[in-house]
């Protein structure tokens, strides 16, 4: 066995999909020949964790002490980097970086480097994400310093389309949940769009369950932060003797 | 925040496929509305184990004291009950289970559980599987109490098909591999077997992903783990009130 010198953490269960899916990019994404090259994870994928748009719309229990306990496990499994498999999650950003020994990788950041790497970054993007994505500017704040445009959905939009596709998935229906969210994403085509971000993990695996003809202009942050873990195990693991 | 009282711990690595294909499995049976509704998880799906296949043909090193750390850090994390994501590990299961509190379930024990539900349990059941699986006979003896015979490859069938195709998978291979472990379950189609047990965890995503004629007589311990571990969790689940 090899010295266990770097572990990616994911603090997962918002929802369990989401984790599920990074966990999945991160080994199709890794070039390996065999099981002991792929990155070594471990994931905190418990999902009893309060409604993260509702504690912001309304005071409702905060999810913070069960996203810390999430990152104090991750951190006492012997993490050393940590990724946060919900966008919406990263409203809390700083208070989980602050409580962390491993450094969290931010999805926005990661997103911004995979765009930059892709070369494809003309014209306004789409976002698509949460009421509280939007409104934490996790996003928005980062594309403008380099220099990209956010386009949003209205609340009207949000109310019809976004909440309740997102909703579907949650319960299962990924088909309901994704004709719904393409409404969503077409709204902000229509508004000049160049490309669309699935800034809520709950859409990239909605949209490729139902092979959404718009997959070829969007841009999948879950993805961006797989490729990040990979980036970072690539660079930070040791000499093996397996 | 509910109290945390049930958490699923996996050990997994062996491959990594494996494991986010349990995880899948896990989120996709549970019956839930809502996020806080799905089975908590924390899952060791840190592949840096030496090979189990090559430690017990040859002694080379052994992967008992990599699983015996993911054990120890699964049951840090506050695992109240394990899963292995790897039938071949499941030889080392009288020794991981010693030095685990939480109790483990063992895959052959979750399969004969599924098996007895379907109630579809006519005629002797192909094996497919690894060599060491084959060998440590964790299948054939569970399966013989239940009054089920096993018919296996043959040692060129397994030389020529099943090996060249496992590891086609762990390279990401999927096609490829699919061919080879089909060839290696018609051939115990041949031998008399009216079903197949997919007894080796890379081998059901690789028939799912190249959609196998096959699959409507295949048994998949992974699913059958998958249920084992929901009914756990539905049991021992805490009132909620997040």
Same sequence: chains 1, 2.
């Avoid at 984790?19 to 471990?42: N, S, W």
């Avoid at 309060?50 to 229990?61: I, L, T, V």
């Avoid at 999810?63 to 919900?86: D, F, K, S």
Wanted: aromatic share 4%; proline share 7%; with cysteine.
């Amino acid at each position: 066995m090899q010295d266990m010198q770097a572990l990616i953490g994911i603090l997962g269960g918002m929802g369990p999909l989401a984790t599920v899916d990074l966990m999945a990019k991160i080994v199709a994404g890794t070039p390996a020949e065999r099981d002991q090259e792929h990155v070594p994870v471990v994931a905190w994928n418990v999902p009893q964790v309060p409604d993260r748009q509702k504690a912001m719309d309304s005071g409702a229990p905060s999810p913070l002490p069960a996203m810390l306990q999430g990152i104090e496990r991750l951190n006492a499994a012997g993490a050393t980097r940590i990724a946060i498999a919900c966008n919406t999650a990263h409203h809390w950003f700083d208070a989980l970086a602050a409580a962390s020994r491993a450094p969290i990788i931010h999805i926005a950041d990661a997103t911004l480097a995979g765009l930059a790497q892709s070369g494809a970054s003309d014209g306004p993007v789409g976002l698509i994400a949460t009421r509280g994505t939007l409104r934490s500017q996790l996003y928005q704040r980062r594309f403008a310093q380099a220099g990209i445009a956010c386009i949003e959905n209205t609340e009207d939009e949000l109310d019809r389309l976004f909440i309740p596709g997102c909703y579907a998935i949650k319960r299962g229906g990924l088909d309901e949940g994704a004709a719904l969210l393409e409404a969503a994403a077409r709204a902000l085509l229509d508004k000049g769009a160049a490309r669309l971000v699935l800034a809520c993990t709950e859409v990239p695996p909605a949209f490729e369950h139902a092979a959404s003809a718009l997959l070829p202009i969007c841009i999948d942050p879950t993805r961006a932060l797989a490729q990040a873990c990979i980036s970072y195990w690539l660079q930070a693991r040791p000499v093996q003797h397996v």
